[in-house]
């Protein structure tokens, strides 16, 4: 059945990227370190287009996360990182390359109306001004029997898991304290407006542990 | 060989306690949910002179803390929810009823002088006054070759952690979001002024994730 899922890595302190994001320093002041434990392994290298890296738990749990998907849907800011009409973005083209990871259809929330932009390697990047119900719409027909992922940043994540719309949530827990970012888990609603979860699997490897819950519809 | 620990329980979305804790509702709203768990457990019971409960992995892993426990310290906010001169405390006392549950000493940090008092079933709680160094010097001595714990609130384990005197913290994470509140880790100093931490052990129960980690010196 297809689900609608969300993952991220945070750090203990619940912090989704460093203080400071910006287009130098996507990930914040100190963000790249939440992303350590993905980079050496084999199907995070496989999905960028290249051969070696470590196998194991963590390789394994990550290639289970990439077959599973079928679309993804991300922020403007998880895009390029700009904001405005796209002739005034300083980067348009955005962070992903000339063959993005995603290899499959990419919806990017945005307030400005854009062509869609096929790239090599099977993803091409549409762009969805009439909000996260359309753009969840769209990218379920994309899918087909795959899931939909929740590609981040934290608040389109907390907007989806707001809207009763999010089915999972795997957190992987990266022990590591920041100290000051970009939270995922940000101040907000009082804990009767937040959605129940269940624990669904816990996986605990060297590098990170990796919580997954469902949300309780 | 000695250790000084801290454990709390916390919610996904990092808090130790609900919003607005006060007097009346020490753990602030929703605050309660996060310790449900542990209220039915065997050797919680048992640590509290009550008799029966669930025996199973959570019961274990908290037994093993209390045996591991010489000595006990905590901010005066977790002892009454105080503050200024004793006379003027509205809670005296303290929470903890006649026969607290920690049977050993107790070392309370707090700004205004005042004599040990010892309880039934072998608590004594001690007033220190000349800060958290000289707290944990006392609690040491008392604990012997067990552990010390950092009982709470979340602002004293954070001083300990980042005065480098912590050595180990298990962190129980309740699947649950409670949206606002007190934080374990609030925003404060940036990465390069934290501890760096080592998984030691993950316990996956139904109930809670109990993870903990190694504060590296």
């Given at each position: 059945m297809q689900k609608v899922t969300f993952?991220?890595?945070?750090?203990?302190?619940g912090f989704v990227a460093g203080p400071e994001p910006s287009l130098e320093d996507p990930l914040g002041?100190?963000?790249?370190?939440?992303?350590?434990?993905?980079?050496g392994l084999k199907s995070w290298r496989a999905s960028h287009g290249r051969s070696g890296g470590e196998?194991?738990?963590?390789s394994d749990?990550?290639?289970e996360s990439i077959a599973a998907g079928g679309a993804t849907i991300?922020?403007?800011?998880?895009?390029?990182?700009?904001?405005?009409?796209?002739?005034?973005?300083?980067?348009?083209?955005?962070?992903?390359?000339?063959?993005?990871?995603f290899r499959?259809?990419?919806f990017v929330l945005t307030h400005h109306e854009r062509e869609s932009q096929a790239m090599q390697g099977g993803t091409t990047f549409h762009f969805v001004t009439t909000g996260i119900e359309a753009a969840l719409e769209q990218a379920r027909a994309a899918a087909g029997d795959k899931n939909v992922a929740i590609a981040g940043g934290a608040d389109v994540a907390q907007q989806?898991?707001?809207?009763?719309?999010?089915?999972?949530?795997?957190?992987?827990?990266v022990p590591l304290l920041l100290g000051a970012g970009v939270r995922l888990f940000d101040d907000g609603l009082g804990a009767e407006d937040q959605p129940r979860l269940e624990r669904v699997r816990v996986i605990d490897s060297p590098a990170v542990t990796h919580l997954r819950?469902?949300?309780?519809k």
């Open positions: 993952e991220i890595s945070m750090s203990l302190d002041r100190g963000g790249e370190r939440l992303h350590e434990w993905i980079l196998e194991g738990l963590d749990l990550l290639a991300m922020g403007r800011n998880m895009f390029s990182g700009g904001e405005g009409p796209w002739e005034n973005d300083p980067n348009p083209d955005g962070w992903w390359g000339d063959e993005p990871p499959h259809p990419v989806y898991l707001r809207a009763g719309l999010l089915d999972e949530m795997q957190i992987h827990v819950y469902r949300v309780v």
